[in-house]
């Protein structure tokens, strides 16, 4: 079959018929191969950091790799507002599965891929984000069509030697897919989008007067983010004792976010949620700096399977071959 222009304009209403928003990327009607024919779904996650975009990687590639990478992107929430909900990237063949099998169906070519901005190494998924993926999925399933009971795989399924996405809470790590197959299915005859989560436990919340490990762990946490190390002398006492410079601190945070309420100096998931995030790219940061010093220090002449040797490579060059490659699940975070 050729492009998938039709089948994914139907797509497109079925989404906004539920109360999500479509957009399109320029060209997507063409982008892709022509040799495309569906039969299933893969879900993915881009690996990006945490509050960033990864729509210019999916719709134009990576060093080894052309775009598209996906037919339809998912945007972080604070990305919504610009990109929808749901962006249509291509309706033709996108390089997304690679090598792997799911129920002895391969290739590319038989396979809608769906890529969500997260960063694979413990960012929350949103409850805009995680209905977002179920409902079009059930659009893809309605409209293509296929037993999302069967043909909708996560990547980690489909490649499990290789691959790890989607990963993250609120499902752990790696995605339990039966029951978000289960869930797909049931909005194709008439059940609603999946409940999210509950919210945290009281005991997840941490206040004054609470002692012990977590919160340790929280002051810990907060003295690296402000200070750069977890027991710096510029920060708070590292003492397991929610007193009032740690409620201070907290709410210090929370007013520089706007996390409403702002001065109730509690930490709670999303406070905790956010400065993870933070600490996380830092580190990821870090390690594309140390990979740009490596990359440089290569001898003179010495070839490389991504083009030009080391040294013949501009910052630019450099920067270009990092903003390309994937970090998935190869940073461990330290308490």
């Not at 059940?191 to 977590?214: C, H, I, N, W, Y």
């Not at 946490?221 to 402000?226: A, G, K, L």
């Not at 009032?244 to 406070?271: F, S, Y």
């Not at 905790?272 to 003179?300: F, G």
Request: charged share 20%; proline share 9%; net charge positive.
């Amino acid at each position: 079959m050729p492009y998938q222009p039709k089948t994914l304009e139907r797509v497109a209403a079925d989404c906004r018929s539920r109360g999500l928003t479509v957009t399109f990327q320029p060209g997507w009607n063409t982008r892709g191969s022509s040799t495309f024919s569906p039969r299933g779904l893969i879900w993915h996650h881009t690996a990006s950091g945490a509050g960033s975009l990864g729509l210019n990687v999916v719709v134009n590639g990576r060093a080894g790799l052309p775009g598209p990478l996906c037919h339809i992107f998912l945007p972080r929430d604070n990305h919504r507002g610009v990109y929808g909900d749901i962006r249509i990237v291509a309706a033709g063949r996108a390089n997304h599965g690679g090598v792997g099998s799911w129920r002895g169906v391969s290739g590319n070519s038989n396979w809608w891929g769906i890529e969500a901005d997260n960063n694979g190494v413990g960012e929350r998924w949103s409850d805009r984000m995680l209905r977002a993926y179920h409902e079009v999925s059930a659009a893809l399933a309605r409209r293509t069509p296929f037993d999302p009971g069967l043909m909708i795989c996560a990547h980690h399924e489909y490649a499990p030697s290789r691959k790890i996405d989607p990963f993250g809470p609120p499902h752990g790590g790696k995605w339990p897919m039966g029951p978000r197959r289960s869930a797909v299915k049931a909005l194709l005859t008439g059940g609603s989008t999946p409940t999210p989560p509950p919210p945290p436990k009281e005991e997840d919340v941490l206040r004054r007067g609470d002692k012990g490990g977590a919160v340790w762990r929280a002051q810990r946490m907060m003295n690296e983010y402000s200070h750069g190390a977890p027991e710096s002398s510029k920060g708070i006492p590292v003492d397991g004792d929610f007193g009032p410079k740690t409620e201070a601190a907290v709410n210090a945070l929370r007013k520089g976010w706007n996390h409403q309420p702002v001065g109730n100096g509690e930490w709670d998931t999303e406070t905790s949620n956010r400065v993870q995030d933070h600490l996380t790219n830092r580190k990821i940061a870090a390690l594309r700096a140390d990979l740009i010093a490596e990359i440089r220090r290569i001898p003179a002449g010495t070839p490389g399977p991504a083009g030009p040797p080391g040294p013949g490579m501009s910052a630019e060059q450099v920067a270009t071959l990092l903003n390309g490659a994937r970090i998935e699940g190869t940073i461990k975070l330290g308490s």
